[in-house]
């Protein structure tokens, strides 16, 4: 028998907030990023954006990091 293994999918999204309302869009010039062929999201809190992406990655493993006030980096992994 021979054991195949896939690479898990990674997907990178880059969070703005302006306004209220936080807005996430695929993060481009990442080799390798599966949410390039994704929509955005867009919603008040970084924990709601975390949930949509989360549902849209079909990804239990997310991380969403607060680099600064206004932005975040929201991954996904899906092994």
């Avoid at 209220?20 to 949410?35: I, M, R, T």
């Amino acid at each position: 028998h021979t054991l195949v293994t896939m690479a898990p999918k990674v997907f990178h999204f880059a969070c703005t907030l302006s306004g209220s309302s936080w807005a996430a869009e695929p993060l481009k010039g990442v080799e390798d990023n599966c949410a390039e062929g994704l929509e955005g999201a867009s919603a008040a809190s970084l924990t709601e954006i975390a949930t949509l992406l989360a549902a849209a990655t079909k990804s239990s493993s997310v991380v969403c990091n607060q680099i600064t006030p206004t932005k975040a980096l929201f991954t996904a992994t899906v092994a």
